[in-house]
């Protein structure tokens, strides 16, 4: 059960949440194979020959610094490397903002979610 009483609130300043988006877009998103989106937690499925487990272990390191509300798990099974990211109710909208190919660079996360800018 998620703790909906969690602070929700990524602490990139708007440059450095558009570099993030930028680098997961180049480097990943290209070799995403599927993505599924259900209730509070996003799965995205990678061909395990186009993205390591070393560079999914890069981007958990880089988003518990930035986002520590979110929770990360990675599993492997012989063609694909699949990290599943959940969070608080209210997180969905900001993880799927993140991980989409098709959002704006610039940050569209609701009201729900914070940037701290201080």
């Given at each position: 059960?998620?703790?909906?009483?969690s602070t929700?609130?990524?602490t990139l300043?708007q440059?450095?949440?558009?570099?993030?988006?930028s680098?997961?877009r180049?480097?990943?998103?290209?070799?995403?194979?599927?993505?599924?989106?259900?209730?509070?937690?996003?799965?995205?499925?990678?061909a395990?020959?186009?993205?390591?487990?070393?560079?999914?272990?890069?981007l958990?390191?880089?988003?518990?610094?930035?986002?520590?509300?979110?929770?990360?798990?990675i599993?492997?099974?012989?063609?694909?490397?699949?990290?599943?990211i959940?969070?608080?109710?209210?997180?969905?909208?900001?993880?799927?903002?993140l991980?989409?190919?098709?959002?704006?660079?610039?940050?569209?996360?609701?009201?729900?979610?914070?940037?701290?800018t201080?």
């Open positions: 059960m998620h703790n909906t009483e929700i609130c990524c300043s440059p450095e949440l558009r570099q993030r988006k680098d997961i180049r480097s990943l998103l290209p070799h995403l194979k599927a993505s599924t989106y259900t209730g509070f937690a996003t799965r995205l499925v990678f395990k020959s186009a993205i390591s487990f070393v560079q999914l272990e890069r958990i390191a880089l988003e518990r610094t930035c986002c520590p509300f979110l929770a990360f798990e599993s492997q099974t012989d063609g694909e490397l699949t990290l599943t959940s969070g608080p109710e209210g997180s969905e909208d900001f993880v799927r903002d991980f989409s190919a098709e959002s704006p660079l610039a940050c569209g996360w609701s009201g729900s979610i914070a940037e701290n201080g």
